[in-house]
Every structure is written in structure tokens, then in C-alpha cells.
């Protein structure tokens, strides 16, 4: 399983791992995409491509954006 917590949103939840699971793949599964969204994985910034580990802990930081 992969823990994934949507910071600022209230959101925690566990995903289901699957083979070649990446960053984005996580993003879309709490609802968010590669430019609304930043991902932490186990505490580093990580790239939208970047496997996903069985047992990650996944922080998800949505993009603030306005003028």
C-alpha cells in the first residue's frame, strides 16, 4: 500500500500498489495532475515518471496560483 496525504486539503488515504506505479499515476488517483501538483515522496520532491515503492509515503502539494 502507498499513503498518501493531500497537504492543506485534509485528504489521507491509502492506495492500492501496482508494478510500475509512478508519480503520476498517484497524483490522478487523489485527483490531481502533474500541473496542479507537486509530489513528496518519502520526504524528496519527485518527478511525475518516478517509480513509486511499495509501502511510499506520498505528499501531496497543490500548485497555488492567481495574480
Given at each position: ?14 492506495i492500492?500498489?501496482?508494478k ?46 492567481g495574480?
Amino acid at each position: 500500500m502507498i499513503r498518501v496525504k493531500v497537504l492543506g486539503r485534509g485528504i489521507e488515504k491509502e492506495i492500492k500498489w501496482q508494478k510500475g506505479m509512478r508519480v503520476a499515476d498517484i497524483l490522478r488517483e487523489v485527483g490531481f495532475n502533474t500541473e496542479s501538483a507537486i509530489a513528496k515522496v518519502n520526504g524528496r520532491v519527485a518527478l511525475e515518471d518516478e517509480r513509486v515503492d511499495d509501502g511510499a509515503n506520498v505528499e501531496v502539494i497543490p500548485v497555488v496560483s492567481g495574480g
